[in-house]
Antibody
């Protein structure tokens, strides 16, 4: 079965670091770009960036460049999204999604990140 | 970056009616690389349409996409009770890829 399994919900303090994961199965991980999408509470979808796992080429939205790091470990078919210093405004659901020609054809169930003091 | 503007913000319709959703781009979408997604409360988005008019696997034929250049439309020919949701367009022809702000289709 083709699927993306995301790591569980996180509750963090402002200033803390965080790395969330997205494990792919059922398809050749290195052949497809995989991306991250943010959804803040009650809001729409925001494209954060994508990575090509085979060579780790990465594209970021200017809104997220320098704010997060997208990476992938092809040996375990897993993509990551990480922050070095969280802010309250990072509170959101983060979806990973597999792309086909850069449209998202398979989505994970989302990881809720809550940042609160 | 390409800005996508969806209209209307909310569409109030009854089951069985036709829904027409618009997505307008601030510049031409390369190769008509425009996708539509459906999102229901508490769920991840689901791909409906890619390439402006191609239905994704398993999507009923009451969903259709059309348009080119800067103007795109998602049409739901007869709304079923399961179709009341939020719909997003996305252009993926130019990085950064971008989403529209969404159209909510609600029961009248």
């Amino acid at each position: 079965e083709v699927q993306l399994v995301q790591s569980g919900a996180e509750v963090k303090r402002p200033g803390e670091s965080l790395k969330i994961s997205c494990k792919a199965s059922g398809y050749k991980f290195t052949n497809y770009w995989i991306g991250w999408v943010r959804q803040m509470p009650g809001k729409g979808l925001e494209w954060m960036g994508i990575i090509y796992p085979d060579d780790s080429e990465t594209r970021y939205s200017p809104s997220f460049q320098g704010q997060v790091t997208i990476s992938a470990d092809k040996s375990i078919s897993t993509a990551y999204l990480q922050w070095s210093s969280l802010k309250a405004s990072d509170t959101a659901i983060y979806y990973c999604a597999k792309t086909s020609n850069w449209y998202f054809d398979l989505w994970g169930r989302g990881t809720l990140v809550t940042v609160s003091s | 970056e390409i800005v996508l503007t969806q209209s209307p913000g909310t569409l109030s319709l009854s089951p069985g009616e036709r829904a027409t959703l618009s997505c307008r781009a601030s510049q031409s979408v390369s190769s008509n690389y425009l996708a539509w997604y459906q999102q229901k409360p508490g769920q991840a988005p689901r791909l409906l349409i890619y390439g402006a008019s191609s239905r994704a696997t398993g999507i009923p034929d009451r969903f259709s996409g059309s348009g080119s250049g800067t103007d795109f439309t998602l049409t739901i020919s007869r709304l079923g009770p399961e179709d009341f949701a939020v719909y997003y367009c996305q252009q993926y022809g130019t990085s950064p890829c971008t989403f529209g702000q969404g159209t909510k289709v609600e029961i009248k």
